[in-house]
């Protein structure tokens, strides 16, 4: 069963719809931060879901159309051989299908540490980085997504 903290209030969850778009700009930002770990991959269906995911944060975008962009980039990463570069590909995607369901956001993490293994990098440190860059965003947010990832990591 889903975590009603993460569930939408529209969806009968606890989560704000502010909550919700600061989730959102932390999965993108924990996406983008990985960025600067291993070559990431210039292909325009990555560039438009990371700006389809920061307008959506914005309310500027539609659901539907980040969910559009989420599988787009989920089809992309099925191509690609690179596991550290099909992980990013991963983390976009799941970073911008949170717009869509709001646990979505931790898939940047998840993905990260997988990334961040392979190329013998410290996953831990990144984890910190994650996890205070959330509360630098929005403190309140912290409990629950630390409860939800102790679950997958």
């Known amino acids: 069963m889903r975590n009603r903290l993460f569930v939408a209030e529209h969806r009968g969850g606890l989560l ?13 930002l924990c996406t983008e931060h990985l960025g600067k770990y291993h070559d990431v991959l210039q292909e325009e269906v990555i560039t ?18 980040a969910m559009k962009a ?3 980039v989920h089809a992309l990463a099925r191509t690609i051989v690179d596991k550290p570069a099909q992980y990013y590909c991963r983390a976009v995607g799941q970073a911008v299908a949170t717009a869509h369901m709001a646990d979505h956001s931790l898939g940047p993490v998840w993905y990260g540490r997988k990334m961040l293994v392979l190329l013998n990098r410290d996953a831990e440190k990144e ?5 205070e860059s959330l509360a630098d965003l929005n403190l309140d947010l912290l409990p629950r997504v630390q409860q939800e990832l102790a679950k997958m990591l």
């Open 16 to 28: 704000s719809l502010a909550d919700h778009r600061s989730l959102m700009k932390w999965a993108l």
């Open 48 to 65: 438009s879901a990371l700006e389809i995911g920061h307008r959506w944060s914005e309310g500027n975008a539609k659901t539907g159309e």
């Open 70 to 72: 989420s599988r787009a």
């Open 127 to 131: 984890f910190s980085w994650q996890l």
